[in-house]
């Protein structure tokens, strides 16, 4: 089930301000462990559902 947050609703509810949640969607700040596992709880996913990264081709 995804909730349907504004970045607004989703700041308030982890204790950031709206543009780190934007810094984050563009993956522009890396949020400490702390920030992460509220993400996790907040919107019920995994930390590898929120913050996996993709392989690029160029590391294989």
Do not use: H
């Not at 700041?11 to 984050?24: C, D, F, H, P, W």
């Not at 462990?33 to 294989?60: H, M, P, R, T, Y």
């Amino acid at each position: 089930m995804d909730k349907q947050l504004t970045q607004e609703e989703l700041a308030e509810k982890v204790g950031v301000t709206r543009q780190t949640i934007g810094l984050l969607e563009k993956e522009k700040y890396n949020p400490t462990i702390a920030l992460g596992l509220k993400l996790c709880k907040v919107l019920n996913k995994s930390l590898d559902q929120l913050f996996w990264l993709e392989e690029d081709e160029n590391e294989k």
